[in-house]
């Protein structure tokens, strides 16, 4: 029995459900995951063991009704795991893991109530359901089978061994990876090595530094793709951009307490081995088919389509680059740790774009209030007002409260900014509370970005790519808070992997559309506009480079598919060499453009949810280019825009299939061509 002190034990009764982080600390978690774990369980038994005849209301929602306790400590926890992270919160997320993956299999794995589903699944078109509790119907059947209910008391006796294994080492691979990442930040002691750098990132280096007891010194933390693009934009110092990118490349992989290689190849064999079990040739396979692509053959083929346009376009990039890089060092060999430095240079020289210079521009409170959230208003009609009254989990977390058009509450935005060595690398948005008419629910979401912080009394400056990352995670907001659904299992971004980016990158459109740039794009000093004559060559530029990025993607997108299409028969001795082989034989292996992400430190696909599914953002990005051009064709920021993608597509969330709610925004299947010309592949 929990304790009624501990903060969990009841819901919260501030405003949304918020959790009340002045209440919580690290000492309630452990209680309140173990008390949420016994009454699931002792819930999912009653719906299970009831004589009554299944019925909709007496299985399926009740389900849904279930587990509440639960929901609440692990969506906190799990928050802080990512975002403010302790070394008792680590030890705990070890500890727990395994309990959960158990807990999840004694669910999906109990016969009596598979049973009970099983038989209502069978006379679902006698219910007399409406769509969405049709829907959810089906969603649990599939979610049942997928998960071994239908195995013989062996194979799911091996099954959930297989999932409390790869809930262990995808642990500690997320805190390896964390801790490695810390450890590998780059210390230079002579402010002459950031030679390049202006006054607020020279100021933020000193600032990191002063956060670690550097005194006196700078410090370069890493961001999580293998391209650490800001530093290596400009700084002048050739064997100072070495060291970032050879810290960048080393994390996991360095023969040390943290290095991930055997956790690696544990992962994909227990993953393949699972696969088979269910039925399924590879985890690819497994994964890909509950997916809109449906195949992992469909997923590859697109991304076997554009990679050898996308190498051929970085080749072109690459020799224009080795002619400026002969020029000041002549006789070297165009590496990874040039391609940002000399890119830049391009962009300044030919398209007069200095993203550096584009930085006061740019300042944070502005790209919000005047951009993120302007553009939500004209489209959706929402306001967003910051709320200083409410408990956060951390001092530097703002909070925000969104309402609709008439009024009506919608829910809560919590923003968490900026970098810190308890955060995992990276950007994303979660949920503390999933919006769910059946459950009386708004949403409460937080976006997680990665931004340098600068000194006390300092504005926050965004670079360009850092503005596009803000626009992005808030349309994964958007799609949380404008979710308008009965059942919380379909709540906001509860939609296949390779859709949930979708709507989130359409977002990022309105970052350069010219009403909302004028209103956010300020000098932060003199508020005079970003210089119409800046905004041309920005949108000149955007193409530029299109070569570099869509092959470091495609890379990390192929290296993905590559160890999630390995059979159970497949073994891997050495994750390095596997790495190299699969990317010369996927037409990728450019040595300047390395992988998005290398194995040892790809998070997104060995800790994170998207397992064979990284191919998702660029079959996400097919709609999103097809919807970007509906918007240019129908008129751009306006309401009635806006309310038709919300009514038709983000509003549903995963309550209709998601390529029905895209051909009803739509009015077709969606084409490939807006993508090829955006990306520069139209001969692809």
């Not at 600390?25 to 209680?31: G, I, K, L, Q, V």
Request: net charge negative.
């Amino acid at each position: 029995m929990l304790s009624p002190d501990n903060p969990f034990a009841a819901p919260s009764e501030l405003p949304y459900a918020l959790p009340p982080f002045d209440r919580i600390a690290d000492e309630h978690f452990r209680p309140a995951l173990e008390a949420g774990l016994a009454e699931h369980a002792a819930e999912v038994e009653e719906i299970a063991a009831q004589p009554a005849e299944p019925t909709f209301e007496n299985t399926v929602a009740a389900l849904e009704r279930s587990g509440q306790l639960l929901g609440r400590v692990t969506s906190v926890f799990y928050n802080l795991a990512g975002s403010d992270s302790t070394p008792e919160i680590q030890a705990m997320q070890a500890e727990f893991a395994p309990k959960l993956a158990a807990h999840r299999d004694a669910v999906h794995l109990d016969p009596r109530l598979f049973a009970r589903i099983d038989a209502l699944h069978a006379r679902r078109a006698d219910l007399g359901l409406d769509d969405e509790s049709l829907r959810l119907l089906e969603r649990l059947h599939t979610d049942f089978s997928r998960a071994g209910a239908g195995l013989p008391e062996a194979g799911q006796a091996r099954l959930r061994e297989l999932n409390a294994q790869l809930s262990t080492l995808q642990t500690t691979f997320q805190r390896n990876l964390l801790a490695d990442t810390n450890d590998l930040a780059v210390v230079l002691a002579d402010r002459a090595e950031l030679a390049g750098f202006g006054a607020g990132a020279l100021a933020t280096a000193a600032e990191a530094a002063a956060a670690r007891g550097e005194t006196g010194g700078y410090v370069l933390n890493l961001t999580l793709p293998t391209s650490q693009a800001a530093p290596l934009a400009t700084l002048r110092d050739r064997a100072v951009r070495e060291r970032v990118h050879t810290a960048s490349t080393a994390r996991g992989n360095r023969g040390n307490e943290f290095d991930n290689n055997a956790v690696v190849a544990e992962i994909v064999r227990l993953r393949a081995e699972r696969a088979a079990l269910l039925g399924y040739p590879n985890h690819a396979a497994y994964v890909i088919a509950d997916q809109t692509a449906k195949t992992a053959e469909a997923a590859a083929g697109l991304l076997e389509r554009l990679a050898p346009a996308a190498v051929a376009n970085a080749r072109t990039e690459a020799a224009e680059l080795r002619r400026l890089l002969e020029a000041d060092v002549p006789g070297a060999r165009l590496e990874p740790w040039d391609w940002p430095y000399y890119a830049a240079q391009v962009r300044r020289d030919r398209f007069d774009v200095d993203t550096e210079a584009l930085r006061p521009y740019f300042e944070a409170d502005r790209v919000y209030t005047d951009g993120i959230f302007f553009a939500a208003n004209r489209l959706y009609g929402v306001t967003v007002t910051e709320r200083h009254d409410l408990p956060v989990y951390h001092p530097e977390v703002r909070v925000f409260e969104v309402f609709d058009a008439d009024g009506t509450p919608l829910g809560l935005y919590l923003l968490d900014l900026y970098t810190r060595d308890a955060k995992r690398g990276g950007a994303w948005m979660s949920t503390f509370v999933d919006q769910s008419d059946l459950l009386g629910r708004k949403s409460v979401v937080v976006n997680v970005l990665n931004v340098d912080r600068p000194p006390q009394g300092e504005p926050t400056l965004l670079t360009f790519d850092e503005v596009g990352t803000a626009f992005h995670e808030f349309g994964h907001a958007l799609h949380a808070l404008l979710s308008s659904v009965r059942y919380p299992t379909f709540s906001g971004t509860s939609v296949p992997r390779d859709f949930v980016e979708y709507p989130s990158q359409v977002n990022e459109m309105w970052l350069l559309w010219p009403e909302v740039l004028a209103n956010y794009a300020k000098h932060y000093r003199t508020g005079e506009p970003l210089p119409a004559e800046q905004v041309d060559k920005l949108l000149a530029a955007q193409q530029y480079g299109e070569g570099f990025a869509t092959t470091e993607y495609l890379a990390a997108a192929l290296l993905d598919q590559a160890w999630h299409r390995l059979g159970v028969d497949d073994t891997v001795e050495d994750v390095q060499r596997f790495e190299a082989d699969a990317l010369v034989k996927a037409g990728v292996a450019l040595d300047a453009v390395p992988p998005r992400y290398r194995t040892t430190y790809f998070a997104h696909v060995f800790s994170g949810g998207y397992s064979a599914g990284y191919y998702s953002y660029i079959w996400s990005e097919v709609l999103d280019a097809d919807t970007v051009e509906w918007f240019r064709e129908n008129g751009g920021l306006t309401r009635a825009n806006g309310d038709h993608f919300r009514r038709t597509l983000l509003g549903r969330g995963g309550s209709v299939d998601p390529m029905d709610a895209y051909r009803a925004f739509r009015g077709r299947d969606p084409r490939i061509e807006p993508l090829l010309e955006r990306r520069g592949l139209a001969d692809a």
